[in-house]
T-cell receptor, first 118, second 113 residues
Framework: GAVVSQHPSWVICKSGTSVKIECRSL??????MFWYRQFPKQSLMLMAT?????????EQGVEKDKFLINHASLTLSTLTVTSAHPEDSSFYIC??????????????FGSGTRLTVV | AQSVSQHNHHVILSEAASLELGCNYS??????LFWYVQYPGQHLQLLLK??????LVKGIKGFEAEFIKSKFSFNLRKPSVQWSDTAEYFC???????????FGAGTTVTVRA
């Protein structure tokens, strides 16, 4: 089945610095990827939809300038948390739709990135 | 507003007990429905999905779900749980024409040996 790799799995950074998280589809091309944020004991909240070759579509309330998304190729999307603050500490998860295989495989999720801002 | 509701926040049961997790959605029109499981420390995995056809869907690990359109529900069931079913379970819904998934708040299932 489809595999999505997310890196790093965890990161600790100082307040005010920026952190980049990568999401790669390993064995399929993903024109669309999604970035979620998951708070402890809570659901996944969609942050933005990442479209290859165009600007990301952000959900209401998500700061575009803080959470920069780049989808440079059909297999790679990146999320950069800029000027991170402790309140940005969270679990970030990406997912991708394998296009025509959606009916068979559903969405594939990365393993997530635990961000801690100190 | 579109929403996905999971009725139980935390379910605790013993091995061999039956499990049923409720999921209701408020979307109008044709929807696609999913149940995902997240084992401790692992990524989300697809348990089962419904796109069309037989409303009783069978998934992996002995799970099944029934889509009842009139009730806007997609409840997950397993006749006999195992300790290894301890996990977080998420219901997710999208419009058939859209790629955006909306998730329920999740249900933590703890199975005691």
């Amino acid at each position: 089945g489809a595999v999505v790799s997310q890196h790093p799995s965890w990161v600790i950074c100082k307040s005010g610095t920026s952190v980049k998280i990568e999401c790669r589809s390993l064995d399929f091309q993903a024109t669309t990827m999604f970035w979620y944020r998951q708070f402890p004991k809570q659901s996944l909240m969609l942050m933005a939809t990442s479209n290859e070759g165009s600007k990301a579509t952000y959900e209401q309330g998500v700061e575009k300038d803080k959470f920069l998304i780049n989808h440079a190729s059909l297999t790679l999307s990146t999320l950069t948390v800029t000027s991170a603050h402790p309140e940005d500490s969270s679990f970030y998860i990406c997912s991708a739709s394998p296009g025509q295989a959606l009916l068979r495989d559903g969405y594939t999720f990365g393993s997530g990135t635990r961000l801690t801002v100190v | 507003a579109q929403s996905v509701s999971q009725h139980n926040h935390h379910v605790i049961l013993s091995e061999a007990a039956s499990l049923e997790l409720g999921c209701n959605y408020s979307y109008g029109g044709t929807v696609n429905l999913f149940w995902y499981v997240q084992y401790p420390g692992q990524h989300l995995q697809l348990l089962l999905k419904y796109f069309s056809g037989d409303p009783l869907v069978k998934g992996i690990k002995g799970f099944e779900a029934e889509f009842i359109k009139s009730k806007f529900s997609f409840n997950l069931r397993k006749p006999s749980v195992q300790w290894s079913d301890t996990a977080e379970y998420f219901c997710a819904v999208k419009h058939y024409y859209d790629y955006k998934l909306s998730f329920g708040a999740g249900t933590t299932v703890t199975v005691r040996a």
